[in-house]
C-alpha cells in the first residue's frame, strides 16, 4: 500500500487541478501539469495516488519481438504487477502515440489489484473498452499498435518525464477533467490542506458571483469585509 495519508488523499480528491496548479505557482512550481493528456472516460473519479513510473525507450526490432511477452521480468508486465494498490501508473512514452502504451486487458488488471489509476503521454489500444472500466485513465488518444511496435519498455519506477512534466516515484497525482498534475512529494499535505481551504473559499466565491456581487475586492479578497462573509458562510455550510 501507499504511504499517502487518509486525510490528505481524501482532500485532494475534494479540490481541483487547477486550484493545485495555483498553489504550485505560488511556490515557483509552473511545469506539472501533464501535457496533452485527456480521460477516457467522461464521468471517472477524480484521480489520486503516489507515482508508480513506467520507462519506455525507442523500440530496437531485434529486441522487441512478441517473445519478449514470455519473460515474466519485462517491464511493462513487471510494472501491471508491482504498482502497489492505491497508486497510479505513470508512463513515459515520450509523447508518441503511434503505438500503444498498454491495452484493455493490462488495465484491468491494474484496476483489479487496486491501483488508483493510468497516465500516459502516449495512447492506449482498446481505448472504448478501458472508457467502460471505471478506473481514471488518461492518455493522449487512441492508439490500436502493440507498444512493441515503437516502445521499448526499460525501467519501472525511476525519474521521468511525462507530458513535460517531470514525475518522481512517490510524487502525488492528481487528476480531473482538465487533466492531470504532479505534486511533490513532500509538498502533499501543505498542497492538500492549502487547496482544501482555497476550494471552500471558491465556492463561496462563486456563490456571490452567481448572486450578482461582482469581483473587486471579493476574488482576491481584498476588502474586510469579504472575509467577515466567507466566515459566516463557512458557519452556515459547515465548511
Not at 515557483?28 to 520507462?55: C, K, N, S, W, Y
Not at 491494474?110 to 493510468?118: I, P, S, W
Request: aromatic share 6%; net charge negative; charged share 25%.
Amino acid at each position: 500500500m501507499t504511504k499517502l495519508s487518509d486525510a490528505t488523499r481524501n482532500k485532494l480528491k475534494s479540490v481541483s487541478t487547477a486550484t493545485v496548479a495555483t498553489a504550485l505557482f505560488k511556490r515557483g512550481l509552473r511545469i506539472q501539469m501533464i501535457q496533452d493528456v485527456h480521460p477516457l472516460g467522461v464521468d471517472q473519479p477524480t484521480m489520486v495516488g503516489e507515482a508508480f513510473t513506467l520507462r519506455y525507450m525507442p523500440a530496437r526490432e531485434d529486441l522487441n519481438t512478441i517473445e519478449v511477452f514470455k519473460d515474466r521480468s519485462h517491464p511493462q508486465r513487471k510494472a501491471v504487477e508491482d504498482c502497489p494498490a492505491g497508486s497510479v501508473l505513470v508512463m513515459d512514452s515520450r509523447k508518441d502515440a503511434r503505438a500503444a502504451s498498454a491495452g484493455a486487458i493490462l488495465v484491468t488488471r491494474l484496476m483489479k489489484r487496486g491501483v488508483a489509476g493510468v497516465v500516459t503521454d502516449g495512447g492506449f489500444r482498446d481505448s472504448a473498452e478501458i472508457a467502460k472500466l471505471g478506473i481514471p485513465a488518461y492518455h493522449h488518444r487512441p492508439s490500436a499498435p502493440t507498444n512493441l511496435t515503437l516502445h521499448h519498455a526499460i525501467e519501472i519506477n525511476v525519474p521521468i518525464g511525462c507530458g513535460d512534466a517531470p514525475v518522481f516515484p512517490g510524487d502525488v497525482i492528481l487528476g480531473d477533467s482538465d487533466g492531470v498534475i504532479v505534486i511533490p512529494a513532500h509538498l502533499a499535505d501543505d498542497i492538500a490542506n492549502e487547496t482544501f481551504e482555497m476550494t471552500a473559499f471558491e465556492d463561496f466565491v462563486t456563490e456571490e458571483v452567481n448572486k450578482g456581487r461582482g469581483i473587486f475586492g471579493l476574488y482576491p479578497a481584498t476588502d474586510p469585509q469579504t472575509l467577515v462573509d466567507f466566515a459566516e458562510w463557512r458557519k452556515k455550510n459547515s465548511r
